[in-house]
């Protein structure tokens, strides 16, 4: 029963450092999201993937690389940390996002970042 | 600005009901949905409306939906502590859900 699996939790990176936040699903989900959690926010979109192969922006992407080799991995990359970076980042995954599904979205624990 | 709005604190005292808002833009989201966040852990979803419903019960749950209004409302019976934690009223859209900030929820005894 692991559902979404995030690692790490926790990471401090200092400005313009690289890093890779991973994510995995074993739930054979086709459909995969990274979200960042800012306080007093609601969840914004960075990236998704429809499948293995195929990813495509959200509403924040900048600063923020996606790849989705297999059906169970999506790793977000960080390339030059930026304090602006600092956040809760949250993977989650979806059987369906068919106009007209339920679409619900399992989510990670998260893995919080600072960058200073 | 958001697309989905919340108030940002609740307190409750335990054994009241809490009722928490949300409301709505986009009149065409097909399904709107109630997650819970714990300290430390990722949301899971709590319960979730048919857009062309206006209530749905699902045990101490009840949420009521005015799509004139486009305002959404989570009521929880008899609150507990272990409700204490963050809800997020999400809508539906074309391949995305849109969460508004999210409800911090406090249950005193």
């Known amino acids: 029963n692991a559902g979404v699996t995030q690692t790490p939790k926790f990471r401090i990176l200092k400005i313009g450092q690289s890093m890779t936040l991973q994510c995995t699903q074993d739930m054979n989900h086709n459909y995969m999201y990274w979200y960042r959690q800012d306080p007093g926010m609601g969840l914004k979109l960075i990236y998704y993937?429809?499948?293995?192969?195929?990813?495509d922006k959200g509403e924040v992407p900048n600063g923020y690389n996606v790849s989705r080799s297999t059906t169970e991995d999506f790793p977000l990359r960080l390339e030059l940390a930026a304090p602006s970076q600092t956040s809760v980042y949250f993977c989650?995954?979806?059987?369906?996002?068919?106009?007209?599904?339920?679409?619900?979205?399992?989510f990670g624990a998260g893995t919080r970042l600072s960058v200073l | 600005g958001e697309d989905v709005e919340q108030s940002l604190f609740l307190s409750v005292r335990e054994g009241d009901s809490s009722v928490i808002n949300c409301t709505y833009t986009d009149s065409s989201s097909t399904y709107l949905y109630w997650y819970k966040q714990e300290p430390g852990a990722g949301l899971q979803l709590l319960t979730y409306i048919f857009s062309n419903m206006d209530m749905k019960q699902d045990q101490r749950l009840t949420v009521l939906l005015n799509k004139k209004d486009k305002h959404l409302s989570l009521r929880i019976a008899d609150t507990q502590t272990g409700d204490s934690a963050i809800y997020f009223c999400a809508e539906r859209g074309d391949y995305k859900l849109s969460f508004g900030a999210g409800t911090t929820v406090t249950v005193r005894a």
């Open positions: 993937s429809v499948g293995a192969g195929i990813t």
């Open positions: 989650a995954s979806s059987y369906s996002i068919v106009a007209g599904d339920l679409n619900i979205q399992y």
